[in-house]
């Protein structure tokens, strides 16, 4: 395993910079969580020990094992973001992966990851339990599917250094076990992992040092041990246990018409090539109820929201009732739209719009991926009323595409609420966040759904996540299994 050493380094662009030049020791036979809030400089750490980001000043990273420095084909570094490097084929827009006639010449998981290499790693295929989605075709992945498969590339070659970003991002707990039981394998064979965290609960049992980063500063490094039981240190870096906020004073608006049942689904099935992904699932869902829709990655979560959001044809082929209106029966895509304010990962994934972030929150009254219309001062207003509530407004005028994931995140979730949709269906909402602002989050949902005239369908992999006026849970079961 590598030493990493940075000594007074200052990167290169004055967008990057440190609050103070860096000064960082890592000892050999470590493994490393950098761990702080969204937006500290944790990715901008990541790119300069890679040697992504040049140093203006400083000594270089030095990233050595034994005597001998370490050649950058050694060092593999994964991010959520790189599934738009993974085929050249990639789709246009997110529902596409909903339309089987427009995705059927998109490559399978095999090919992307090559026959070869799946034969040849066959016990990394067996330990991250993903030889059930080689045949899959890419767009058809689930989160966390993709997130492993992700993994699967990043180890290929065995590198010496490992840096992944967030890489419980979309899994389930079975998987998120798989994933460490793989981590501490490899470290075992030899191969040094740096983590990129955002919530002390994901450092695992192999990780030694940990580098809590805050406000483009690094602390420099700490044992885990030591860090793990520095309460003030966590609060500092996350904030206190009690969040403030205040929603904005927009009364809710009336409804454009009454409706008895968001949602009713009968024997409702869901077919893509061979693969049988929805079969005889029955759900109604009432204006006011609350859900909770869980089930292990792959089982079918998105496809269902699929047909509720109005995305995905095939809704037209089953007995599908949307706010008291029967699907094909001459409601327009737009209107069901109009009710719903929705969050999930493939949406997060396609919206590539270089707008500010303030436009990526106006676009949720047009209900598109990217801002096609503008809008007016009470919308502009009121967009930016939300950001506030949710700490985002300092992002406002940033470019959605330069800022971290997790403000890309938060920014996507205030999105939702601009408005005031009387449907909140929220696919793993709090995914990407940082513990403090994963509980400004859900402070803000559990308050705005405390309205007997708001229903919720609520997905997540973390029990501890859902809102406490969540009453009923669906759990979609893969089939076959």
């Not at 049942?261 to 869901?270: E, F, G, L, P, R």
């Not at 949902?445 to 919720?456: A, D, G, K, M, R």
Request: aromatic fraction near 8%; hydrophobic fraction near 40%.
């Amino acid at each position: 395993m590598a030493k990493i050493t940075l000594r007074d380094a200052v990167p290169g662009h004055p967008d990057y910079r440190f609050s103070e030049p860096i000064n960082l020791d890592i000892p050999k036979d470590n493994n490393v969580a950098i761990i702080g809030p969204n937006g500290a400089g944790k990715s901008v750490l990541v790119d300069i020990i890679i040697g992504s980001k040049l140093c203006r000043k400083g000594s270089l990273v030095s990233i050595t094992d034994g005597d001998v420095e370490l050649p950058s084909d050694q060092i593999k570094y994964m991010s959520f973001r790189d599934i738009y490097s993974m085929a050249d084929n990639k789709p246009t827009y997110y529902q596409q992966r909903w339309n089987a006639t427009e995705n059927e010449e998109t490559p399978m998981v095999i090919d992307i990851l090559g026959s070869e290499n799946c034969k040849r790693h066959a016990d990394l295929i067996e330990s991250l339990a993903i030889g059930g989605i080689l045949e899959k075709r890419l767009i058809l992945l689930s989160s966390g599917e993709t997130r492993k498969m992700q993994i699967f590339r990043a180890l290929l070659g065995m590198p010496k250094l490992i840096v992944i970003d967030n890489p419980y991002i979309g899994l389930d707990a079975e998987s998120r076990d798989v994933v460490n039981e793989l981590l501490k394998k490899i470290s075992a064979e030899g191969i040094q992992v740096i983590l990129v965290l955002c919530n002390p609960a994901d450092i695992p049992p192999m990780v030694q040092t940990v580098v809590p980063v805050e406000k483009m500063c690094c602390l420099g490094a700490v044992p885990t041990d030591k860090f793990m039981v520095d309460k003030q240190l966590h609060e500092r870096l996350f904030g206190a246990a009690d969040p403030q906020f205040t929603l904005p004073t927009t009364t809710a608006r009336q409804l454009e018409r009454p409706y008895e049942n968001a949602v009713i689904m009968n024997k409702v099935n869901v077919r893509y090539f061979t693969k049988q992904i929805l079969k005889d699932l029955d759900w109604t869902v009432r204006r006011g109820e609350k859900w909770a829709l869980l089930g292990r990655n792959g089982c079918g979560k998105s496809t269902l929201l699929s047909l509720v959001c109005g995305d995905n044809p095939q809704a037209y082929a089953n007995d599908i009732t949307l706010f008291d209106c029967k699907r094909g029966t001459g409601e327009s895509i737009w209107e069901i739209k109009s009710h719903i304010g929705y969050l999930s990962p493939d949406m997060h994934t396609y919206y590539q719009a270089d707008i500010p972030c303030i436009d990526v929150v106006a676009s949720g009254f047009f209900d598109t991926v990217g801002l096609y219309r503008k809008p007016n001062d009470e919308q502009r207003k009121l967009a930016m009323e939300w950001m506030k509530s949710f700490g985002a407004e300092h992002l406002a005028n940033r470019s959605f595409l330069t800022v971290s994931y997790g403000e890309q995140r938060l920014v996507m979730l205030t999105r939702v609420f601009v408005k005031t949709p009387s449907l909140l269906i929220l696919d793993e909402p709090l995914h990407g966040l940082d513990i403090g602002k994963k509980r400004l989050a859900k402070a803000i949902i559990e308050q705005y759904c405390s309205s007997p005239e708001v229903t919720l369908i609520y997905v997540t992999h973390y029990r501890h996540e859902i809102p406490s006026c969540v009453t009923q849970e669906k759990t979609l079961v893969k089939i076959g299994e």
